[in-house]
């Protein structure tokens, strides 16, 4: 079981990354899948999470309304689409996955993690 993330980078204020994490040795919709974000000296934080149950997605307040997380089951990947991006979005970005946790469970309950890509906005 992997996941493997990338497409983070240095972006100026108001522009765009996507970032992607594909999956291998499980199937990506059967399992609730979540990106992640920690910024240094600061807490992991829960940017946007989609059900493994029913695919409600989920967004963390300060993303909300920038930030779009989409699944593609045909090539069993998950892409966060970031517009809008604030120099505050400056973090590296995790994604994670797991075959029983939900949406409104603590990072800790995540079992499978791709190794993070660096998302750095700035002027």
């Not at 040795?25 to 807490?43: C, H, K, M, N, V």
Request: proline letters at 4%.
């Amino acid at each position: 079981v992997q996941l493997q993330a990338s497409g983070g980078g240095l972006v100026q204020p108001g522009g765009s990354l996507r970032l992607s994490c594909a999956a291998s040795g499980f199937t990506l919709d059967s399992y609730t899948i979540a990106w992640f974000r920690q910024a240094p000296g600061e807490e992991r934080e829960g940017v946007s999470c989609i059900s493994r149950s029913d695919g409600w997605t989920y967004y963390s307040d300060p993303v909300k309304g920038r930030f779009t997380f989409s699944r593609d089951n045909a090539k069993n990947t998950a892409y966060l689409q970031m517009n809008s991006l604030k120099p505050q979005d400056t973090a590296v970005y995790y994604c994670a996955a797991d075959p029983v946790t939900s949406c409104d469970h603590s990072w800790e309950t995540y079992a499978y993690w791709g190794q993070g890509t660096q998302v750095t906005v700035s002027s």
